[in-house]
């Protein structure tokens, strides 16, 4: 046997692994090995851009209905798995989504929960969803808020089916390990207030006597942002020539009480683009989902083309270079984890 086969200089690799054979004993590992993939030059998302097609979706969902009861289920809803994370619930690395559906005369009964929640109304009418004692008429397009621990149920007195999309910051609070979940003796709440109490109370330039900014510090107090108030105010902006190269005639909706989001961790756009837009192109850290309201384009993700029409939900991941093309004037909704990544002072974008 050679001098430098005994000598310790020249068996580096040997002794490295005996040492992390050692402290990997100890419950350590050695940083050193793995500081180039934790600590990237650049984000690199685990998730990959994807398209729903509302109508592929909505046949499942109905057959769905066949299947189970919303009692059985407690919610009926599919989940829309984002192709790179199968089996871990998320549509991004930090919000859920999937797609709910209420069938005539049934009762999703009450609850609450930790993790907020945001729904956003696809198809049908005559449901409800009644949240912190506000029952709230759904109409497709209205943005509806279940805010942390806010007790709720959903309802349909209707004569149709009503299909929504459900955003929840469930990965986020399973992050944290800090989910909880209580149900009601009653399948649901007593709805004191009327449809729209919560936005003429705090969205009307008003607000009840003793509301501070800390009332509402991490949450706005209305319940429906109903999309017939709200279209009107992004067709002002295209007609004013308002739009922005990259989002078009946009929209934040806000919490009136502080004027930022209207959650901690989740926060939501609606956006008017005229026929023939093309966007510029544009990257930002929060991964976000968009819904379809109106109209047809597509969203070129990149090298991926993703075309889209009514009621359909695409996401772009984390750090992902996206462009819009309007085949047709066009309304998009967006949901991303923003308002978290600000309050932690991480997100960036690239125009």
Known sequence: ??????????????????????????????????????????????????????????????????????????????????????????????????????????????????????????????????VEGEKASMARGDFILTPNWAPHDHGNPGKEPVMWLDVLDM?????????????????????????????????????????????????????????????PIIERMLKAGDVDPVHGARVRYSNPVTGGHVMATMGAYLALFPKGFKGKDYQSTDGTIFVCVEGHGSTKVGDKVLEWGPNDVFVVPSWHKYAHDMNEESVLFSISDKPAQEALGIWREKK
């Not at 729903?52 to 209905?65: I, N, P, R, S, T």
């Not at 969205?203 to 942002?225: A, C, E, Q, W």
């Open 171 to 231: 990965p986020t609070v399973n992050h944290f390990e800090t989910s909880f979940m209580t149900h009601f003796d009653e399948k649901a709440q007593n709805t004191a207030r009327q449809d729209g109490d919560s936005l003429d109370r705090y969205g009307s330039g008003v607000l009840p006597d003793g509301t501070t900014l800390d009332t509402f510090k991490t949450r706005s107090p209305v319940i429906n942002y109903t999309y017939a108030r709200t279209k």
């Open 1 to 130: 046997m050679s001098v430098a086969t005994l000598d310790p200089k020249h068996n580096v690799t040997g002794n490295r692994q005996a040492y992390y054979d050692k402290i990997s004993k100890k419950d350590m590992a050695p940083l050193w090995e793995v500081l180039r993939n934790v600590v990237t030059k650049e984000p690199k998302s685990k998730c990959s851009p994807n398209l729903w097609k509302f109508d592929e979706v909505k046949k499942l969902m109905l057959e769905a209905g066949d299947v189970i009861s919303a009692e059985e289920a407690e919610r009926r809803v599919l989940v829309l798995e984002n192709p790179s994370l199968r089996g871990q619930s998320r549509i991004t690395n930090s919000l859920f989504a999937g797609i709910q559906l209420i069938m005539p005369g049934e009762i999703a009964e009450a609850h609450q929960h930790v993790s907020s929640a945001i729904r956003l109304v696809l198809d049908g009418n005559g449901a409800y969803t009644a």
